[in-house]
């Protein structure tokens, strides 16, 4: 008598895949989503760094000077700065949303979306760095310089709001590139003849 037991499953039913949609498109949806989150948080991380340092040298004006409402002020900066990782949040949570993962029998998910989801989120995550980087280096000489002289305050602003304004344009545009998305592509399959045939 046999003592090893044969096991017999049900044959598993082939996958149909498509040449548009292949098992490897949503790597760059996760792609486009981490991209985005990931600079967008370094853009608010080095903005707020560098405003945070210009806003510590108030410490070192006359104690008559400080005021609790020249503080607040300064602050402004550094706000602005956080709003560059909201609006990678923004983008990195529309991507995901938008991902579709593959069934038992049919890939759903294509490579032009893919492509999409990855160029919105370096859109929007590159858009928030540069606004980061600009923010910082201006709210570290603003803040120090605004604080010495209050008549450059009104400039300043205008100038961190153009800053700002960088990392809005590269969210406008992310949002237009993110739900770009071509409807029907994953039902277009290779013949036997080679030829692409798709469902009508």
């Not at 548009?20 to 949503?26: H, L, R, V």
Request: glycine fraction near 12%; charged fraction near 10%; charge should be neutral.
């Amino acid at each position: 008598e046999n003592p090893f037991r044969v096991c017999t499953a049900p044959a598993m039913e082939k996958i149909v895949m498509s040449p548009y949609c292949p098992e490897y498109a949503p790597f760059f949806g996760f792609l486009g989503a981490a991209l985005a989150l990931v600079f967008g948080n370094m853009g608010a991380a080095y903005g707020t760094w560098k405003s945070a340092l210009g806003l510590a040298t108030i410490a070192k004006l006359p104690r008559h000077k400080v005021q609790t409402e020249l503080v607040m002020k300064a602050i402004m900066p550094v706000i602005l700065s956080g709003v560059c990782g909201i609006f990678g949040l923004i983008i990195a949570v529309i991507i995901s949303s938008g991902m579709v993962g593959p069934t038992l029998t049919k890939t759903s998910y294509s490579l032009y979306t893919g492509y999409a989801h990855l160029g919105a989120g370096l859109t929007v995550g590159l858009s928030n760095l540069a606004s980061g980087l600009a923010i910082g280096m201006c709210g570290m000489c603003g803040v120090q310089d605004s604080a010495r002289q209050p008549k450059l305050y009104i400039g300043m602003v205008l100038i961190w709001s153009f800053g700002s304004a960088l990392g809005l344009y590269g969210l406008i545009v992310a949002l237009i590139i993110a739900v770009k998305s071509a409807d029907g592509i994953c039902d277009c399959i290779e013949g036997a003849d080679g030829m692409i045939q798709c469902e009508s």
